[in-house]
T-cell receptor, first 114, second 112 residues
Framework: AQSVAQPEDQVNVAEGNPLTVKCTYS??????LFWYVQYPNRGLQFLLK??????LVKGSYGFEAEFNKSQTSFHLKKPSALVSDSALYFC????????????FGTGTRLQVTL | ETGVTQTPRHLVMGMTNKKSLKCEQH?????MYWYKQSAKKPLELMFV???????ENNSVPSRFSPECPNSSHLFLHLHTLQPEDSALYLC???????????FGPGTRLLVL
């Protein structure tokens, strides 16, 4: 079975400060890892993914995520947060190389304040 | 988000009603998905269609009935729902089942 843990229900950051949203996963075989963002009354928007290669993945809107195999983590980061980054962030995992289903975490609400 | 559209965006229905949710993808994808999103819970995968064939049905009650007439359209027919079925229903599509999924805006369903 595969699973995703997002240990923080909410992360609060001041605008201009760096942000980190944590994600750890469990999956057999190679992981394919994803981050999605959901704004109020909207669907999920794809941010970035790790399939293979460089452990640091860059995505949309200045976000990046670092894959750490030994810690089974895929934390989402941004060097300088914006108020407009306030949203719900979901981490997801799938077993690589297969058509297995995508398993999502429960989401982390990011609140960026002035 | 315009790549995957869903209608209606909001729906209120009684427990004896019959209604349908519609999803359309304009991305040329071959796989489509229905998810249920409830507060404080992970997204629940309901159904998966690949090349118009249902390939996954995650023990969803029979009051939910999917239909995929072609690779661009996906429906979710609703019948005699329960109040606990109130949720945001999200449609997604991908080029193939192992590829990145792209989501529609969702239908917010309230069952009274």
């Amino acid at each position: 079975a595969q699973s995703v843990a997002q240990p923080e229900d909410q992360v609060n950051v001041a605008e201009g400060n760096p942000l980190t949203v944590k994600c750890t996963y469990s999956v057999s075989g190679n992981p394919y890892l994803f981050w999605y963002v959901q704004y109020p009354n909207r669907g999920l928007q794809f941010l970035l993914k790790y399939i293979t290669g460089d452990n640091l993945v860059k995505g949309s809107y200045g976000f990046e995520a670092e894959f750490n195999k030994s810690q089974t983590s895929f934390h989402l980061k941004k060097p300088s947060a914006l108020v407009s980054d306030s949203a719900l962030y979901f981490c997801a995992v799938r077993r690589g190389g297969t058509a297995s289903k995508l398993t999502f975490g429960t989401g982390t609400r990011l609140q960026v304040t002035l | 988000e315009t790549g995957v559209t869903q209608t209606p965006r909001h729906l209120v229905m009684g427990m004896t009603n019959k209604k349908s949710l519609k999803c359309e993808q304009h991305l040329g994808h071959n796989a489509m998905y229905w998810y249920k999103q409830s507060a404080k819970k992970p997204l629940e995968l309901m159904f998966v269609y690949s090349l118009e064939e249902r390939v996954e049905n995650n023990s969803v009650p029979s009051r939910f009935s999917p239909e995929c007439p072609n690779s661009s359209h996906l429906f979710l027919h609703l019948h005699t729902l329960q109040p606990e079925d109130s949720a945001l229903y999200l449609c997604a599509s991908s080029q193939a089942m192992e590829e990145t999924q792209y989501f529609g805006p969702g239908t917010r369903l309230l069952v009274l």
